[in-house]
């Protein structure tokens, strides 16, 4: 069963801390699984993994001062915000008396009847000012934290964590749950009616979790098909307006409830920078994906070569995606509309496949004897066996030792080895690489009492001990000041 992970909405005014206390939610967690790219900068997106709970957090930096439209713009945000996140968080300057500014922004979250909490940033310093100042906003839950210095972070994710349910995996249903992802006006919502309106059997008509996904349940031969259809992603230089980065967490949403995404293109515009970032999100969530190209009808002085002379341009646009297949369609004549609903239920049936061990083994021999991992003096990666341990998206986990010297390169190489045994066209698969050695050191710092190393771990104590990196070495004597010459005094 397809699910939504709760969001969480990071406001308030510039400068206040917003992205410092949207990056250490992120990263000093151990637990984050993913961090998304999609707006005009990145990390705006996170989905975060806290104590059984998960969901996205979402940062809206880039608020523009009063000077700048403020009002108008915060405006925009926060009712936005109030329709798409689950939970708002309010930042202030617990530096700064509440201004007319905060006031508006606490009022517009209050009034989205979603829970609120009101973080005061940069406590740690002297200056700042008692909680009660700041109950004058009328929010309730209050809770200091000092970004900078990584202080009450905790506190605010138990927080939310008490507003929001523990992750539930439901029951498995039929249901195939088809994505129309893109930029807008590349005939999203012309396609999505068009794919309701040629079966006859609509079986409900289901309001959206947000103003811009509209959902629609169809049958086709049998199966029960859900349509998603969102507003679409705008492009980086519109983003800009706080609306705008709302319209990239609904494409997250959609992707995040889906089986199989469509990426549809205009195909008088093809190959942008965002329907790439948009293709590698759909890689990243691990979901079926197809290329559309839309509005085929509308191509002018094309023949029977131009589909072959776009396709090679396509392909290379995404090569980082090159199982992707590619289609092209139009809306207004029916051209291949109704081969999207066949394409994606091939696509829905390859990611459950399942595959023999044996195989897999057999495969990833052949693959060692052919061409050896490369690594470093006398540590070379070994490895011992291969098993499947998922679908939707298949995943693969390889058991040996010295894995972490297992070059990118060598895992696609591994990976097309796969592709070539089992058909895995349409979704993507993913592996996993676990060094026994390094589990046996853990099961020993385990019983020692001590706590088990992981990536995770490792890349925070790292980005801990960067930003707790003294700028001159305390270890080196203090720099004595050079002796002052005195020339006697002439006369």
């Known amino acids: 069963m397809a699910s ?38 990145d990390n705006v997106l996170g989905k975060v993994d806290y104590q059984g709970h998960q969901f996205w957090l979402v940062d809206t930096a880039g608020l523009k001062d009063a000077a700048d439209e403020f009002e108008a713009s915060i405006q925009e945000q926060i009712t936005e915000a109030a329709d798409a996140a689950d939970v708002i968080i309010v930042v202030v300057d617990s530096t700064q008396y509440a201004s007319d500014d905060d006031r508006f922004v606490a009022k517009k979250a209050l009034r989205s009847k ?78 999505f009616n068009t794919l309701a309106g040629k079966q006859q059997a609509i079986v409900a008509n289901i309001a959206g979790t947000t103003r811009d996904v509209n959902h629609v349940s169809v049958k086709f031969k049998g199966r029960d098909v859900e349509l998603l259809d969102t507003a679409g992603m705008r492009k980086p230089g519109k983003q800009e307006v706080g609306v705008e980065k709302f319209s ?46 839309s509005k085929w009808d509308s191509v002018e002085d094309k ?16 090569k980082f995606t090159p199982w992707a297949p590619l289609i092209f369609t139009s809306a207004v004549t029916g051209q291949n509309v109704t081969k999207l609903f066949d394409l994606a239920i091939d696509i829905d049936a390859r990611r459950h496949q399942e595959t023999r061990t044996r195989v897999l083994n057999d495969l990833l021999q052949q693959a060692v004897a052919k061409h050896p991992p490369a690594g470093l003096k006398n540590t070379h990666p070994k490895f011992r066996y291969m098993v499947q341990t998922d679908m939707t998206p298949p995943w693969f986990v390889i058991h040996g030792s010295n894995l972490k ?87």
């Open 114 to 191: 979603k829970p609120v909490i009101l973080v005061t940033n940069k406590s740690d310093l002297k200056d700042a000012l008692h909680d009660n100042e700041f109950k004058r906003l009328g929010i309730s839950t209050i809770v200091r934290t000092s970004a900078e210095h990584n202080s009450g972070i905790t506190d605010v994710l138990n927080q939310i964590t008490d507003h929001i349910p523990a992750k539930f995996e439901g029951e498995p249903d039929d249901i195939l749950r088809i994505a129309l992802i893109g930029r807008p006006n590349v005939g999203k919502s012309y396609l």
């Open 248 to 293: 990239v967490l609904r494409t997250l949403q959609a992707i995040e409830q889906a089986d199989v995404c469509f990426l549809l293109m205009d195909a008088n515009e093809l190959n942008t920078q965002l329907d790439q970032r948009l293709a590698g999100i759909i890689d990243e969530s691990g979901k079926g994906m197809a290329i559309v190209v």
């Open 405 to 491: 010297f297992v070059h990118w390169s060598y895992k696609r190489y591994l990976e097309r080895a796969v592709r070539e045994t089992y058909d895995y066209s349409g979704t993507p698969i993913k592996f996993s690489y676990i060094d026994e050695k390094q589990v046996k050191a853990n099961k020993q710092r385990i019983a020692e009492g001590k706590e088990p190393v992981t990536k995770a771990s490792k890349k925070a104590k790292d980005l801990e001990a960067k930003e707790n990196k003294p700028l001159i070495n305390s270890t080196q004597p203090p720099l004595k000041a050079a002796p002052i010459n005195k020339q006697p005094r002439r006369g």
């Open 303 to 318: 023949d029977a070569f131009t589909r072959d002379d776009i396709a090679p341009k396509i392909a290379r646009a995404f």
């Open 4 to 41: 939504q992970l709760p969001t969480v909405a990071i406001i308030g005014q510039a400068n206040v801390g917003k992205s410092s206390l949207f990056n250490r939610m992120v990263h000093s967690q151990q637990a984050i699984v993913a961090r998304e790219a999609g707006t005009t900068r």
